[in-house]
């Protein structure tokens, strides 16, 4: 893309981070991009994916890239430009590819499915692809009811992904060197007959009037219920050895370790926690060794311990001990997503938080015990009073609370049992501690009936009456330290309708999309009347599929694609809900007959009663023995990495320092962090042969070693090109550049080098000139001259080379871009910049290198 740097946020879309993975495209019998359709950041975040790209590249005969889909202003430069979708490694076409596995999390992505086939050149209905287009898989939550979208996909992968990749990808190589016989359809009989595996275009839906009466089989290869695939010895399966680091912040920015699969808890309206049985856990000697490979490979300061209910881990508190012995002279955080009221612990807590603290989080989800009951979440207000009452003791003054609005049988009373809680809790800080400075969150989301759960027959509320309870919640908050946050109503509901949907829900899909809907689960970019159009264009109504109630022994669209749980246990635990009886965890008690073991043969896996190794004794780390010693190196940032905000490029530096395993300084008390401080920013979009950056380490080392040691773990793009020791106290790096050199290169026609340089010498002419810096935050009128060190200088080679230097002020500086703003707009210069070059040559105090000063 051409104009790459005017894009938000660009590195979303260069590739090329440490522990990317690139292949010889013709070299590789099995060609695969993996798609998450949303952006970057919360596609760089999925587990899953990151687990399947590890073990499809760690295959000699198969090629593994990602892809992800396209902010609004890139999509409007691709298709501007002609450019067609491209995978991140190679660059190369989507369309290229073999496979095209897309996951998928949530429902109100699907529009994002479709507008990146459409950018991809793909057909976006799988009955029209050619041979030569790629096969598009899905996968993901949404598998147990992708009728909505079956249309535009060739099969999906039911279950866990890590064995039944493996088995598509050799299917797919013996079908390709035995010369396709059958074509597309010949492969989709085969992969059909993959435990796991779901095609689609082999079931023939049937309707009578409005109503879904079942699937009719067209090919003898497809089974007529498609069976989950799970993993069952989860503690040998393959993790993620080398995880790609991201260059950019991501919504989850930091190393995950899954603890275990799998929850039995039995929240009925949670659909994770019944399609993913069993659980089955990881020991914890093995936990320990994926940590040690991921910190060591990443460079990432945090670990999240990450699993449905990672509170449930038979072993965690071991664990947590045993990971900050590890991790101790490292100073690694650690991280749970949320904690279970009910088995809480402060002390746990304090581990776990006892690098970084933050604030905690609880999901009592219903604001009575009766409607607690009737979800079956099994906690009580007071056990959620006794965890917080110990929290507020020792010191934390945060809690967000999570619930659901509009479950099952909610009455105006469960809605201000919300507010009692929040302000109760409230109430017990000040209390506890005689203050006033509490902060309480409370997270209200609007409840979705999906497949596969014990709600799966109720109707959904509507949007009215959603925003009308939204307003009720919120009137009766009276109190300043609680913050209210809720979903998008209308949002919620057309979730609703997707989640239960049926085949004739892809027109309406495919209509949206062609009216402008993506990003549909971005507030800011959900259209609620564009669906609504949608909706009745294709005759549909909306409310058939969400609010609809369905009853026991109507054929649901779904059932076919099954996570081995039986519907007789979904059907009893919807009557249990009826009356608000609870279900025990069959883990603390006795098995609950939900199915899953018996219809998988496999069992849970947890190692609470397990007879484990005596603990190793960790070595305290060692003192320092020495002063830390200061150095300063001068960094290239190569224009493959001119992308990079600031910000992201000192994180690059400062995990490669993590890497190296140079003893790195460390700051003491809360929220500890590397003693590393970096000169004047570098605007985005300019390369640079002078960054520097001033680092501690806590034993004296040579330059030269610390110098190879950096280098290896840098990426691509960057190298440490000079460094050295800092003697006695030296002025931070930042506090002494009082100047900066460019070199702006462009492609230019020699015939106009007159016409430029009279624009050069009117500008170096010019006395003053007033400039106004517009920026989201604020106005800002400046006079560039004074931030002008010298004349602007131009010459002539194969290409325009413009220099000039800027001062570094207390005041601020002005960027280059601006200067060649200026230089076009008012004085005239004979060409855009927009093929411009810019470098970053010297930083300079008192006209010396930072290095020699």
């Not at 993506?518 to 949608?534: H, I, N, R, T």
């Not at 279900?583 to 069992?603: E, F, H, Q």
């Amino acid at each position: 893309m051409k104009n790459i740097f005017e894009l938000t946020k660009p590195a979303r879309y260069t590739g090329g981070e440490f522990g990317s993975v690139t292949k010889n495209f013709d070299q590789t019998s099995c060609r695969i991009v993996l798609a998450l359709p949303d952006v970057y950041e919360v596609g760089m975040s999925n587990l899953g994916l990151a687990i399947l790209y590890s073990i499809l590249n760690h295959r000699a005969d198969t090629l593994c890239e990602r892809v992800y889909a396209p902010w609004t202003d890139a999509e409007e430069i691709l298709r501007a430009e002609g450019h067609k979708l491209f995978a991140l490694e190679s660059k190369r076409p989507v369309r290229d590819f073999d496979f095209v596995g897309f996951s998928l999390q949530y429902e109100m992505i699907y529009t994002n499915v479709l507008n990146m086939l459409n950018l991809a050149n793909i057909h976006l209905h799988a009955a029209d692809r050619s041979d030569d287009e790629p096969f598009v898989i899905g996968g993901g939550p949404c598998v147990y009811n992708v009728e909505p979208v079956a249309d535009f996909f060739d099969l999906f992968i039911v279950g866990e992904a890590e064995e039944i990749f493996a088995e598509v990808v050799e299917a797919f190589i013996a079908w390709k060197n035995s010369g396709r016989i059958g074509g597309r359809r010949g492969l989709l009989k085969i992969l059909a007959g993959i435990a796991g595996i779901y095609v689609p275009s082999f079931y023939e839906p049937s309707y009578d009037g409005e109503d879904f009466i079942g699937l009719k089989i067209s090919e003898p290869s497809a089974p007529p219920k498609i069976l989950k695939r799970i993993v069952r010895d989860f503690d040998a399966t393959p993790t993620v050895d080398k995880p790609v680091v991201p260059f950019m912040e991501i919504v989850h920015d930091r190393a995950m370790l899954e603890l275990f699969r799998g929850c039995s808890r039995g929240c009925r309206f949670c659909q994770a926690g019944m399609t993913y049985r069993p659980v089955r856990e990881r020991r914890e000697e093995t936990l320990r060794k994926i940590a040690r490979r991921l910190i060591d490979s990443s460079g990432w300061d945090e670990i999240s311990l990450t699993s449905l209910s990672s509170a449930d881990y038979s072993c965690l508190a071991r664990l947590i001990d045993d990971l900050q012995r590890d991790f101790r002279a490292e100073f690694v955080g650690f991280s749970l997503p949320s904690l279970r009221v009910d088995s809480f612990s402060i002390d746990l807590a304090e581990k776990v938080q006892a690098v970084r603290k933050s604030g905690l989080t609880f999901a009592p989800e219903a604001g009575t015990q009766r409607l607690r009951d009737v979800i079956n979440k099994n906690v009580t207000e007071q056990n959620l009073l006794d965890a917080c009452a110990a929290a507020f003791a020792k010191g934390w003054k945060t809690v967000k609370l999570y619930f659901m609005m509009g479950l099952p049988t909610e009455t105006d009373e469960d809605i201000a049992g919300i507010a009692e809680l929040a302000h109760k809790v409230a109430e017990l800080y000040r209390t506890i501690k005689h203050r006033r400075d509490v902060k309480v969150t409370i997270s209200v989301s609007c409840f979705v009936p999906k497949p596969w759960t014990p709600f799966q027959w109720s109707g959904q509320i509507s949007a009215e009456e959603f925003e009308r309870r939204q307003l009720l919640l919120k009137s009766l908050i009276r109190d300043k330290a609680i913050t209210y946050n809720y979903h998008n109503a209308r949002l919620s509901v057309l979730e609703g309708a997707l989640a239960r949907g049926d085949r004739r829900l892809a027109r309406v899909i495919e209509t949206a999309w062609r009216l402008g809907a993506k990003f549909d689960g971005w507030s800011d970019l959900f259209k609620p009347d564009v669906w609504a159009e949608a909706f009745a264009i294709c005759g549909i109504d909306p409310k058939y599929f969400s609010e609809r109630e369905r009853n026991f022994w109507e054929p649901l669209p779904w059932e076919h694609t099954s996570p081995a749980v039986n519907v007789s246990f979904l059907r009893d635990e919807w009557e249990r809900s009826q009356l608000a009886q609870t279900t025990r965890d069959c883990r603390r008690t006795s098995c609950t007959g939900c199915g899953v073991c018996m219809n998988l043969g496999a069992n849970v896996v947890d190692f609470a009663n397990a007879e484990l190794p005596p603990p190793e004794n960790f070595p305290e780390a060692e003192p320092k023995t020495f002063a830390p010693t200061k150095y300063r190196a001068q960094i290239r940032k190569g224009r493959s990495i001119a992308v990079l905000s600031h910000l992201d490029y000192m994180n690059v530096f400062m995990r490669a320092l993590i890497r190296s395993k140079l003893p790195a300084a460390w700051s003491e008390g809360f929220n500890p962090h590397l003693k590393v401080s970096f000169a004047t920013a570098l605007a985005v979009g300019c390369a640079s042969d002078c960054e520097y950056v001033d680092f501690e380490l806590t034993a004296p080392i040579d330059e030269l070693t610390v110098a190879e040691r950096l280098n290896e773990q840098l990426p691509s793009g960057a190298e440490i090109l000079r460094l050295k020791k800092l003697r006695g106290k030296p002025k931070p790096v930042m506090s002494l550049v009082d100047t900066s050199r460019y070199e702006v290169r462009l492609p230019f026609d020699e015939k106009f080098f007159p016409a430029a340089q009279i624009s050069v010498d009117a500008f170096n002419a010019a006395r003053e000139i007033p400039f106004t810096r517009v920026t989201p935050k604020k106005i800002r009128e400046l006079e560039l001259k004074r931030y002008l060190a010298e004349d602007v200088r131009l010459s002539m080679s194969d290409e325009l080379i413009i220099k000039f230097s800027t001062r570094i002020t207390p005041e601020g500086s002005i960027k280059p871009s601006e200067v060649l703003q200026i230089l076009r707009e008012r004085f005239d210069f004979p060409n855009d910049f927009t093929a411009a070059k810019i470098n970053r040559t010297e930083l300079l105090h008192a006209g010396k290198n930072l290095l020699d000063v």
